[in-house]
């Protein structure tokens, strides 16, 4: 099986930028895609992006051109570098197996305030 754990969160003023890590252990070459999904309590799960290990990438509307996501292999590391934060984008983040999502991290809190 796989795990994945999330790192990177925390809180950051509007403008601001943070980058996520999900580090994958375990039977990593089972692994096709990972996605990146946010959700914070009372509010809907929302896909963010998504990279597959041929590097192909793709994103929600409302991060394109602002959210990276990136792989680094040889670490078994992926990335999510969010930049030009808003309130809006205040969650929790998860890393999740794509495309069956049976895996899923235990998520990084983003916080985005004055």
């Known amino acids: 099986q796989v795990q994945l754990v999330e790192s990177g969160g925390g809180l950051v003023q509007p403008g601001g930028s943070l980058r996520l890590a999900c580090v994958a252990t375990g039977s990593i070459f089972t692994i096709y895609a990972i996605d990146w999904f946010r959700q914070a309590p009372g509010k809907q799960r929302e896909w963010v992006a998504q990279?597959?290990?041929?590097?192909?990438?793709s994103y929600e509307e409302f991060v394109k051109g602002r959210f990276i996501i990136t792989a680094d292999i040889a670490k078994n590391t992926m990335y999510l570098q969010m930049n030009s934060l808003t309130p809006e984008d205040t969650d929790i983040y998860y890393c999740?197996?794509?495309?069956?999502?049976?895996?899923w991290g235990q998520g990084t809190q983003v916080a985005c305030s004055s």
């Open positions: 999740v197996t794509a495309p069956t999502h049976s895996r």
């Open positions: 990279i597959n290990m041929s590097g192909t990438t």
